[in-house]
Every structure is written in C-alpha cells, then in structure tokens.
C-alpha cells in the first residue's frame, strides 16, 4: 500500500456544510472509491486557514487517474464545487503533498 496526501482549499463559513455533505456521502461513491483499491481515507481541516488535509492509501496510485472518467466522481465534483475550491471541469483544487516523516 502506498500513501497518497493532497491539500485542497475549503470556502470560508462552509466547514459545516462540507462535514454535512461528507456525513452523507454517497454509497455509490464510496463503492467506486473501494473498487479502485482506495483504503484508510480521511480528510482533515485546519480550522484557522480553511485548508483540507486529505490522506488515503491505495496500491496503485496511478488508478486514481482513471476517477474523473466516472459520471459518480464527477456528479461529486460538481455537488462540492460550489463549497471549495474548483477547476473549471468542477473537480477539486488539489495540491499533492511530499511525505517528509513517517513512523510505522
């Protein structure tokens, strides 16, 4: 398994809609997620910067390429769009992060 972690950019005030939104995430989205081999995702907020941490492990990483060709990933973008920043084809700013540290 490899580690995979990106930073996005969540609006201003929109922490507890973004919470909502993931509280009631979409079981075909998690489905799809799943069938691609992603395991251990989380997402973190720094409240004071509104930044997104997110985190997740996956044995091909490369596969994660093939999400915005899915209708579901893309009905998600476009559903969070309006709450974080977004590209124009609606799928999430995203910054890929370097891993520095780890301790197993």
């Not at 005030?13 to 997620?33: F, T």
């Not at 997740?56 to 999400?67: R, V």
Request: overall charge negative; glycine content about 4%.
């Amino acid at each position: 398994m490899q580690k995979v972690a990106f930073k996005m950019q969540l609006h201003q005030g929109q922490q507890a809609e973004y919470q909502r939104r993931h509280d009631e995430i979409w079981p075909e989205l998690v489905c799809l997620l799943k069938s691609i081999g992603v395991r251990d995702y989380s997402i973190f907020l720094d409240p004071q910067t509104y930044a997104l941490f997110g985190v997740l492990s996956i044995e091909n990483p490369a596969l994660l390429d093939e999400l915005p060709k899915h209708p579901v990933m893309q009905k998600w973008w476009k559903y969070m769009g309006d709450i974080m920043d977004a590209n124009p084809d609606n799928s999430p700013v995203s910054i890929p992060m370097t891993s520095v540290f780890y301790l197993p």
